[in-house]
Protein backbone atom coordinates (compact mmCIF):
# COMPACT_ATOMS: atom_id res chain seq x y z
CA UNK A 1 0.00 0.00 0.00
CA UNK A 2 2.73 2.28 0.66
CA UNK A 3 4.34 1.88 -2.65
CA UNK A 4 1.06 2.74 -4.03
CA UNK A 5 1.24 5.96 -2.03
CA UNK A 6 4.47 6.55 -2.84
CA UNK A 7 3.57 6.40 -7.15
CA UNK A 8 0.71 8.18 -6.71
CA UNK A 9 2.84 10.72 -4.61
CA UNK A 10 5.16 10.97 -7.38
CA UNK A 11 3.53 11.11 -10.53
CA UNK A 12 1.42 13.80 -8.46
CA UNK A 13 4.62 15.33 -8.18
CA UNK A 14 5.91 15.26 -11.70
CA UNK A 15 2.60 16.33 -12.56
CA UNK A 16 2.75 20.08 -10.68
CA UNK A 17 6.48 20.28 -11.71
CA UNK A 18 5.23 20.07 -15.33
CA UNK A 19 2.70 22.34 -14.91
CA UNK A 20 4.96 24.92 -13.04
CA UNK A 21 6.92 25.12 -16.32
CA UNK A 22 4.43 25.67 -18.37
CA UNK A 23 3.02 27.97 -16.45
CA UNK A 24 6.12 30.12 -15.85
CA UNK A 25 6.40 29.93 -19.74
CA UNK A 26 3.46 31.62 -19.83
CA UNK A 27 4.03 34.50 -17.30
CA UNK A 28 7.79 34.46 -18.08
CA UNK A 29 6.98 35.37 -21.87
CA UNK A 30 7.35 38.36 -24.15
CA UNK A 31 3.98 40.07 -25.01
CA UNK A 32 4.25 41.94 -28.20
CA UNK A 33 1.63 44.69 -27.87
CA UNK A 34 0.67 48.06 -30.15
CA UNK A 35 1.72 50.77 -27.48
CA UNK A 36 0.54 54.24 -29.54
CA UNK A 37 -0.26 55.25 -33.17
CA UNK A 38 -0.15 58.42 -33.71
CA UNK A 39 -0.19 61.24 -36.73
CA UNK A 40 3.49 62.90 -37.54
CA UNK A 41 2.43 66.20 -36.87
CA UNK A 42 0.17 67.13 -34.02
CA UNK A 43 -3.46 66.71 -36.54
CA UNK A 44 -3.81 65.05 -39.91
CA UNK A 45 -2.30 67.31 -42.55
CA UNK A 46 -1.73 66.54 -45.99
CA UNK A 47 1.68 65.40 -45.59
CA UNK A 48 1.30 63.38 -42.22
CA UNK A 49 2.76 59.85 -42.00
CA UNK A 50 1.72 57.78 -39.05
CA UNK A 51 3.57 56.21 -36.56
CA UNK A 52 3.37 52.74 -35.33
CA UNK A 53 4.72 51.81 -31.89
CA UNK A 54 4.96 48.20 -30.95
CA UNK A 55 5.73 47.62 -27.03
CA UNK A 56 7.21 44.36 -25.28
CA UNK A 57 5.42 44.09 -22.23
CA UNK A 58 6.80 40.81 -21.13
CA UNK A 59 10.06 40.01 -18.82
CA UNK A 60 11.62 38.22 -22.07
CA UNK A 61 13.22 39.50 -25.58
CA UNK A 62 10.66 38.93 -28.07
CA UNK A 63 12.41 37.73 -31.43
CA UNK A 64 11.42 38.27 -35.09
CA UNK A 65 8.83 40.49 -34.39
CA UNK A 66 6.95 41.82 -37.96
CA UNK A 67 3.93 42.35 -38.86
CA UNK A 68 1.53 43.32 -41.70
CA UNK A 69 -1.23 45.21 -42.11
CA UNK A 70 -3.38 47.92 -43.58
CA UNK A 71 -4.72 51.78 -43.54
CA UNK A 72 -8.04 52.22 -45.00
CA UNK A 73 -9.78 55.69 -44.96
CA UNK A 74 -12.41 57.63 -47.55
CA UNK A 75 -11.61 57.44 -51.07
CA UNK A 76 -12.52 56.94 -54.58
CA UNK A 77 -10.16 58.10 -56.93
CA UNK A 78 -9.02 61.87 -57.12
CA UNK A 79 -11.19 63.17 -58.81
CA UNK A 80 -14.22 61.83 -56.66
CA UNK A 81 -16.24 63.14 -53.90
CA UNK A 82 -18.47 59.95 -53.56
CA UNK A 83 -17.74 57.67 -50.48
CA UNK A 84 -15.58 54.67 -51.20
CA UNK A 85 -12.56 53.19 -49.40
CA UNK A 86 -8.65 54.18 -49.69
CA UNK A 87 -6.44 51.56 -48.76
CA UNK A 88 -2.58 51.29 -48.14
CA UNK A 89 -1.06 48.11 -47.53
CA UNK A 90 1.50 47.59 -44.96
CA UNK A 91 4.44 44.83 -46.35
CA UNK A 92 5.82 42.74 -43.80
CA UNK A 93 8.12 44.82 -41.83
CA UNK A 94 11.77 43.35 -41.34
CA UNK A 95 12.18 41.45 -38.61
CA UNK A 96 13.20 43.21 -35.09
CA UNK A 97 14.40 41.91 -31.15
CA UNK A 98 12.21 43.52 -28.83
CA UNK A 99 14.16 43.48 -25.44
CA UNK A 100 11.71 43.37 -22.66
CA UNK A 101 10.13 46.77 -21.97
CA UNK A 102 11.43 48.12 -25.24
CA UNK A 103 10.14 48.91 -28.23
CA UNK A 104 9.79 49.50 -32.23
CA UNK A 105 8.57 52.13 -34.61
CA UNK A 106 7.16 51.98 -37.90
CA UNK A 107 6.55 55.00 -39.79
CA UNK A 108 3.84 54.92 -42.72
CA UNK A 109 4.11 56.89 -46.10
CA UNK A 110 1.99 60.34 -46.03
CA UNK A 111 -1.42 59.72 -46.15
CA UNK A 112 -1.61 61.88 -49.03
CA UNK A 113 -0.25 58.69 -50.71
CA UNK A 114 -3.46 57.16 -50.77
CA UNK A 115 -5.95 59.72 -49.44
CA UNK A 116 -7.30 61.61 -52.42
CA UNK A 117 -8.38 64.53 -52.80
CA UNK A 118 -6.24 65.28 -49.63
CA UNK A 119 -8.07 68.48 -48.64
CA UNK A 120 -11.78 66.84 -48.88
CA UNK A 121 -10.51 63.28 -47.42
CA UNK A 122 -8.82 65.45 -44.15
CA UNK A 123 -11.90 67.42 -43.60
CA UNK A 124 -14.19 64.37 -44.18
CA UNK A 125 -12.02 62.75 -41.20
CA UNK A 126 -12.10 65.40 -39.30
CA UNK A 127 -15.37 66.56 -39.63
CA UNK A 128 -16.33 62.88 -38.44
CA UNK A 129 -18.17 61.50 -42.08
CA UNK A 130 -15.61 58.69 -42.75
CA UNK A 131 -12.82 56.99 -40.69
CA UNK A 132 -9.47 56.48 -40.90
CA UNK A 133 -8.50 53.12 -39.27
CA UNK A 134 -5.85 50.96 -39.36
CA UNK A 135 -5.37 46.76 -39.17
CA UNK A 136 -2.12 45.34 -37.75
CA UNK A 137 -1.30 41.62 -37.37
CA UNK A 138 2.12 40.79 -35.30
CA UNK A 139 4.38 37.54 -35.24
CA UNK A 140 6.82 37.06 -32.61
CA UNK A 141 8.66 34.83 -31.24
CA UNK A 142 9.21 34.37 -27.28
CA UNK A 143 12.79 33.55 -25.49
CA UNK A 144 11.32 29.92 -25.23
CA UNK A 145 11.19 29.39 -28.95
CA UNK A 146 7.26 29.47 -29.00
CA UNK A 147 5.74 31.61 -31.93
CA UNK A 148 2.79 34.19 -30.88
CA UNK A 149 0.66 36.34 -32.98
CA UNK A 150 -1.48 39.56 -31.91
CA UNK A 151 -4.13 41.14 -34.30
CA UNK A 152 -5.27 44.44 -33.27
CA UNK A 153 -7.44 47.30 -35.39
CA UNK A 154 -8.41 51.44 -34.18
CA UNK A 155 -9.12 54.10 -35.71
CA UNK A 156 -8.10 58.19 -35.57
CA UNK A 157 -10.50 59.72 -32.96
CA UNK A 158 -11.27 63.48 -33.65
CA UNK A 159 -12.39 63.99 -29.94
CA UNK A 160 -9.02 62.72 -28.73
CA UNK A 161 -7.14 64.04 -31.58
CA UNK A 162 -5.49 60.94 -31.33
CA UNK A 163 -5.68 57.04 -32.65
CA UNK A 164 -7.86 54.39 -30.72
CA UNK A 165 -7.59 50.66 -30.00
CA UNK A 166 -11.37 49.27 -31.59
CA UNK A 167 -10.35 45.48 -31.32
CA UNK A 168 -7.32 43.29 -30.35
CA UNK A 169 -6.20 39.45 -29.62
CA UNK A 170 -3.75 37.96 -28.51
CA UNK A 171 -4.15 34.27 -30.59
CA UNK A 172 -1.54 32.32 -28.65
CA UNK A 173 -2.36 32.86 -25.06
CA UNK A 174 -4.41 29.02 -24.65
CA UNK A 175 -5.39 27.32 -21.67
CA UNK A 176 -3.56 24.33 -21.59
Known amino acids: MATKDAAKAARDNAEAAKDAVSNSKISARAVVLIDNVRFSSPHPEINSTILFTLKNFGPTIAYRVRFTGEISGPGGGPESTEPGTAKLAIAETPSNTIAPQGSVSWMSKSISAFLQPMPLRVQQIIGRTADLTYRLDVAYDDAF ?12 ETALNGFIVTSSSDESIAVR
Request: hydrophobic letters at 0%; a negative charge.
Open 145 to 156: GEPHTYHCEGKY
